[in-house]
Antibody
Framework: QVQLVQSGAEVRKPGASVRVSCKPS????????VHWVRQAPGQGLEWMGW????????KYAQKFVGRIAMTRDTSITTFYMELTRLTSDDTAMYYC????????WGQGTLVTVSS | ETVLTQSPGTLSLSPGERATLSCRAS???????LAWYQQRPGQAPRLLIY???TRVTGIPDRFSGSGSGTDFTLTISRLEPEDFAVYYC?????????FGQGTKLEI
């Protein structure tokens, strides 16, 4: 069964950084994309960007440029999304998803930013 | 950047009725790279339709997608209780791969 397993909930103070991991299981690393999408409480889905699983190429939504980094560790087949300079507006559920059209989603990681 | 506008914002229907959800793009979505997702409370989104009209394996055939260019539609022919959820469209032709703001389907 194809799954994306994400790391657990995080709490950060304003100004801090957070790194969320996403590990595929049930399928081999291939030439596809991993997207990151977030959802603030009670709000809609917001696309953050993607990383190419083979190339490591990235593309970020403009609003996150300068404070986001998507990386991958091919040795342990894990993807990461790091967001820096957190504010309360970054409090959200963060999802990773596979492929151009997100056919498989992780379970989500709740990131809470609070002083 | 393509903007996707979904309508209506909320749709109130009863089980057994037909639901028609709209997604309009500010510019043409070439090659119909348009997907539909369902999100139930407390769950991750689930892909229903891609390529505007291709249903994902395992998705009931009461769900269908249609449209091209700038106007797309998700139709649920006969609503089941588990269909009451929020539905999002997304264009994946180019970055940023924006989502619509969602349509809440409620009883």
């Amino acid at each position: 069964q194809v799954q994306l397993v994400q790391s657990g909930a995080e709490v950060r103070k304003p100004g801090a950084s957070v790194r969320v991991s996403c590990k595929p299981s049930g399928y081999s690393l291939s030439d596809t994309y991993v997207h990151w999408v977030r959802q603030a409480p009670g709000q809609g889905l917001e696309w953050m960007g993607w990383i190419g699983s083979k190339s490591g190429d990235t593309k970020y939504a403009q609003k996150f440029v300068g404070r986001i980094a998507m990386t991958r560790d091919t040795s342990i087949t894990t993807f990461y999304m790091e967001l820096t300079r957190l504010t309360s507006d970054d409090t959200a559920m963060y999802y990773c998803a596979r492929s151009s059209f997100c056919d498989v989603w992780g379970q989500g990681t709740l990131v809470t930013v609070s002083s | 950047e393509t903007v996707l506008t979904q309508s209506p914002g909320t749709l109130s229907l009863s089980p057994g009725e037909r639901a028609t959800l709209s997604c309009r793009a500010s510019q043409s979505v070439t090659s119909n790279y348009l997907a539909w997702y369902q999100q139930r409370p407390g769950q991750a989104p689930r892909l229903l339709i891609y390529g505007a009209s291709t249903r994902v394996t395992g998705i009931p055939d009461r769900f269908s997608g249609s449209g091209s260019g700038t106007d797309f539609t998700l139709t649920i022919s006969r609503l089941e209780p588990e269909d009451f959820a929020v539905y999002y469209c997304q264009q994946y032709r180019s970055s940023p791969q924006v989502f619509g703001q969602g349509t809440k389907l409620e009883i």
